[in-house]
């Protein structure tokens, strides 16, 4: 059942609910006052059949026009009755033999017509007085059937504005639903114009983060395709190289052991680079996720680590000055974000000298003595697969720094770069610290 016909199936049901109360209420109410009147006619009739219980033309008449008496004798049996059955009194009647001016009311079934009677309590017996409510219930036959007619006019009305309201109200719904499976059916990642829904309710504001998510994931899939062609392209390099040493290696058997080791090296070289080169494209790829929990960490403690195991790789002294600034991160991504800085730097760097790390406040800067990196090609540093043309002749996937600005901007920061005083470059990232201290309340 679909959503927009339940709405008016509820609608529907609601109005009927509460057309029947009001229509009960109704119907109960007239009833009352009917009977109530009624009742005050045979009161004032009473009045007459008393002073006149023993008269003969009561029985002929009656006291008024359609009113039917009958006299009980105090052994209860019926004296006189033009009631249009006899009717024998029960036992609530007997009860009022001898207690004079005692009276009841109650409603019954003489012949084919319903009488209201009432009972009044003499000395020597009873008289009943009686009026037939005909009248009374043609009036409330009447009324339920101008109640079932209301009853059912107002449930299809409602129905049919429940089906009215909700189809505007699920309108936005069907439009997201047909997108979705438009790009279910197709796999293409575009809405129309019309498939964007203003507004500030729940609806709108769902159709903003509809929108909004299939945008993500055209980037997404846009990033994706880039990232695979992108990658075939850097990919066939080293594999052409590869491929190459080895139809030379084929094709010339009698090589001399100094070219053919020579070759061999070259190949060496160049899986090595693919082998580097496959790692990184499968760590773009699959997001860098990394299972970890983020911690408190001290920046200097992570850059040492990172500067460290540079050293030990590269031979390179990697000088560190940090203060005490502390980031919340995961500790493995800052890791590997400084050490892909730090790569970068001893791959530009060819003057054997030192490479610096600063750390202050969160800003983590890696300082180099290479050629710089050409104002042009600074904004365009962290993009994947960016290779200046002085990086070209370098080994190197172009991948490392883009990785550092994904680090970044997962954990609240951003990356930098910029020209070193005395020549070179200085690229690093900034992280939101950790106070370690309150400010003292006043």
Do not use: C
């Not at 009833?31 to 009045?47: K, Y």
């Not at 008393?50 to 009958?70: C, I, K, N, W, Y």
């Not at 299809?156 to 719904?173: H, K, N, S």
């Not at 279910?184 to 929108?211: K, Q």
């Amino acid at each position: 059942m679909s959503l927009r016909l339940r709405i008016a199936l509820l609608m529907a049901t609601l109005a009927a609910v509460a057309t029947i109360a009001v229509g009960a209420i109704s119907y109960q109410t007239t009833s009352s006052r009917l009977l109530r009147a009624v009742d005050d006619s045979l009161v004032d009739a009473t009045a007459v059949a008393t002073a006149r219980r023993f008269d003969e033309r009561l029985f002929d008449s009656g006291p008024f026009d359609g009113v039917v008496v009958q006299a009980i004798l105090k052994d209860g049996s019926v004296l006189r009755s033009n009631f249009p059955k006899q009717m024998k009194p029960n036992l609530e009647d007997l009860k009022l033999i001898g207690r004079a001016g005692v009276t009841n009311f109650r409603s019954t079934q003489l012949g084919r017509a319903e009488y209201r009677i009432r009972s009044i309590g003499f000395e020597d017996g009873i008289i009943q007085i009686g009026r037939p409510l005909v009248e009374m219930n043609a009036v409330l036959e009447s009324l339920r059937l101008r109640t079932l007619l209301l009853v059912t006019g107002v449930t299809l009305a409602a129905g049919a504005l429940g089906a009215v309201v909700a189809g505007r109200v699920t309108r936005p719904l069907r439009v997201l639903t047909d997108a979705a499976s438009e790009i279910e059916s197709t796999g293409r990642l575009e809405l129309a114009d019309g498939d964007r829904l203003e507004g500030r309710d729940e609806v709108g504001r769902l159709s903003t983060a509809f929108h909004r998510m299939i945008g993500a994931l055209a980037r997404s899939r846009a990033d994706q395709r880039r990232l695979v062609e992108d990658a075939g392209h850097e990919l066939r390099t080293p594999v052409t190289s590869i491929r190459t040493g080895l139809d030379t290696l084929s094709r010339y058997p009698d090589l001399p052991a100094d070219e053919r080791a020579e070759i061999v090296e070259s190949m060496r070289a160049e899986a090595s680079e693919l082998t580097s080169l496959v790692n990184e494209v499968v760590q773009v790829a699959s997001g860098e996720v990394d299972d970890s929990a983020p911690e408190q960490v001290r920046i200097g403690d992570v850059v040492t680590a990172a500067a460290e195991r540079s050293q030990r790789r590269s031979g390179r002294q990697v000088l560190v000055q940090s203060d005490d600034s502390e980031v919340i991160i995961r500790r493995g991504q800052l890791e590997r974000a400084v050490s892909n800085l730090l790569e970068n730097a001893v791959k530009f760097d060819q003057t054997d000298g030192p490479i610096e790390v600063t750390v202050v406040d969160g800003r983590i800067s890696v300082l180099d003595r290479g050629p710089g990196i050409p104002i042009a090609d600074q904004p365009l540093v962290f993009e994947r697969f960016h290779r200046s043309a002085t990086a070209r002749t370098l080994p190197g996937s172009g991948l490392g720094l883009s990785m550092v600005a994904s680090t970044a901007r997962q954990h609240g920061g951003e990356v930098f770069v910029a020209d070193r005083d005395g020549g070179g470059a200085v690229v690093g990232l900034t992280l939101p610290v950790v106070r370690s201290w309150d400010p003292p309340s006043v």
